[in-house]
């Protein structure tokens, strides 16, 4: 189908773990991004990416780590998951056109015991 | 002083109401700007653009003033499938800053 999908949709771990959340997009949408959002804090960038191989920070990447060696692929990796990283993941992703309008997956619910 | 601030709300309306929120931003070369509607524990999405010269979709109006530096969101009519969360989005270059959302219930 296509659209933006994200799994797993739901995860428990625990702390110390690594954990890798993926990112699937048909588009083939040049921008992807990761964000958090926790009570209080809103929608948070983690990392984006403008193409393949291409990969920038944002405003709270400590802690993660992206690859993006395919367009339509963008992994986000917890090295070692720590409980402060308890959170919803969302991937988005954008035309290089047009990256006014970024498309939301679902979500991961992320819980780090 | 944050890009891009919202009342976090909540917003509770009856049915029918007209509610209107307000959205500021720091950046006065801020591009283009928009309103994403959040359902709980749902993913955002996009619900408008936001121009110059305003625009309406149906019971949504959305105007933007540049000089003051804020967008507005008018819903008329309120519906009980509005309740949601409605952020506020400014594009300054890529990527997009979010606002935190402004809540709105709509009751019956």
């Known amino acids: 189908d296509a659209g933006i999908t994200q799994s797993p949709r739901y995860k428990i771990t625990e702390t110390g773990r690594q954990v890798t959340l993926m990112c699937h997009q048909t588009?083939?949408?040049?921008?992807m991004f990761w964000y958090r959002q926790d009570l209080g804090h809103g929608l948070r960038l983690i990392y984006y990416?403008?193409?393949?191989?291409?990969?920038d920070k944002g405003e709270v990447p400590d802690g993660y780590v992206v690859s993006r060696s395919k367009t339509e692929n963008f992994p986000l990796t917890l090295e070692s998951a720590t409980r402060s990283q308890t959170s919803v993941y969302f991937c988005?992703?954008?035309?290089?056109?047009?990256?006014?309008?970024?498309?939301f997956g679902p979500g991961t619910r992320l819980t780090v015991l | 002083r944050k890009e891009v601030e919202q009342d976090p709300g909540p917003f509770n309306v009856p049915e029918g109401a007209t509610v209107a929120f307000n959205c500021t931003y720091s950046n006065s070369a801020s591009q283009s700007f928009f309103w994403y509607r959040q359902d709980c524990r749902k993913e955002p999405k996009l619900l408008m653009s936001v121009y110059s010269s305003g625009n309406e979709d149906g019971r949504f109006t959305a105007q933007l003033n540049r000089a003051s530096q804020y967008i507005s969101l008018l819903i008329r009519d309120s519906k009980l499938s509005d309740s949601a969360t409605y952020l506020c989005v400014v594009n300054i270059g890529t990527p997009l800053v979010f606002g935190k959302g402004t809540r709105l219930s709509v009751i019956a």
């Open positions: 990416s403008a193409a393949a191989d291409i990969t």
């Open positions: 588009w083939s949408h040049s921008y």
């Open positions: 988005a992703s954008s035309d290089a056109g047009g990256p006014d309008t970024q498309y």
